[in-house]
């Protein structure tokens, strides 16, 4: 059954579903339960997982990591957002170019929602990218030395290239489209990868005192004009699936 179809006649009583569930389909053919039930063609379909909880077995709708971890990126920045609007610093003396925090709590929570941020909209495209690999695929590339061609299943794939590899060579095979590499979701990307690398590997010269001409990492994350990276990780994964072709459910009903 062709998934545009799936989606665009999505059955009325499973419209309202979280946007973040993993997969809605549809069933190709009948199919009899184990009590008898039987389901017809067309009946909608949910992916359930099924976990031991408090001594019983708890069923729920499978969520999709990649909607989760994008929610997650940008709950973080718009909730940092609010410190940036109430201007959480103060001023001593009206003469002098120095201003403060006002209090320690508020620009700690401050950094942390803006890491969190960047850490969650970074791992959302790690988790797309893997879930966009089909189980059979096989990644083939010449070694550096010329004297061999290296080959890369998908458990091998996600394990040993890098994001980069993934998203500008790997991923454009499986969707057979040209690779981001040199577009504008590609820049976008670049940028989170930067900070994002800065703050999971972070040196001795951003923990250590800085003077106002010092290159920081805080200073990254303090710019009133950083952008909301949730944004541009979903911008990425939109190159991958431009309006007009097939979307993921989660992805056409990203409410943002």
């Known amino acids: ?3 545009n179809t799936i989606e665009e006649e999505e059955p009325e009583n499973i419209k309202n579903e979280d946007w973040r569930l993993q997969a809605i389909t549809t069933l190709a053919k009948e199919f009899r339960g ?3 039930h039987v389901s017809p ?3 909608p379909v949910i992916q359930m997982g099924q976990v031991h909880f408090d001594g019983n077995v708890l069923g729920f709708g499978l969520p999709n990591t990649t909607a989760l971890y994008l929610n997650l990126s940008h709950k973080f920045f718009l909730e940092s957002q609010v410190y ?3 201007d959480f ?4 003396n009206p003469k002098e170019p120095m201003i403060y925090a006002k209090s320690d709590l508020e620009i700690f929570d401050y950094l942390e929602k803006r890491i969190a941020s960047i850490v969650f909209a970074f791992t959302a495209l790690e988790s797309f990218v893997n879930q966009r690999v089909p189980d059979d695929f096989v990644y083939e590339v010449e070694r550096k030395d010329k004297k061999c061609v290296e080959k890369y299943n998908k458990i091998q794939i996600e394990k040993f290239l890098n994001l980069d590899v993934k998203l500008g060579e790997v991923l454009p095979l499986v969707m057979k489209i ?3 590499r040199g577009k504008t979701a590609w820049n976008g990307y670049t940028k989170l990868k930067k900070i994002r690398d800065r703050l999971i590997h972070i040196k001795t010269r951003d923990t250590n005192s800085h003077g106002v ?3 920081s990492v805080w200073h990254e994350l303090l710019d009133k004009k950083s952008p909301n990276f949730a944004k541009q990780a979903k911008e990425i994964i939109e190159y991958f699936h431009p309006s007009g072709g097939f979307r993921p459910r989660w992805l056409k009903k990203i409410p943002f």
């Open 1 to 3: 059954m062709d998934k």
């Open 89 to 92: 610093y103060k001023k001593n």
């Open 41 to 43: 063609i067309g009946s």
């Open 178 to 180: 040209l690779s981001p």
């Open 213 to 215: 001409d010092d290159d």
């Open 84 to 86: 940036v609007q109430s």
């Open 34 to 36: 184990p009590s008898g």
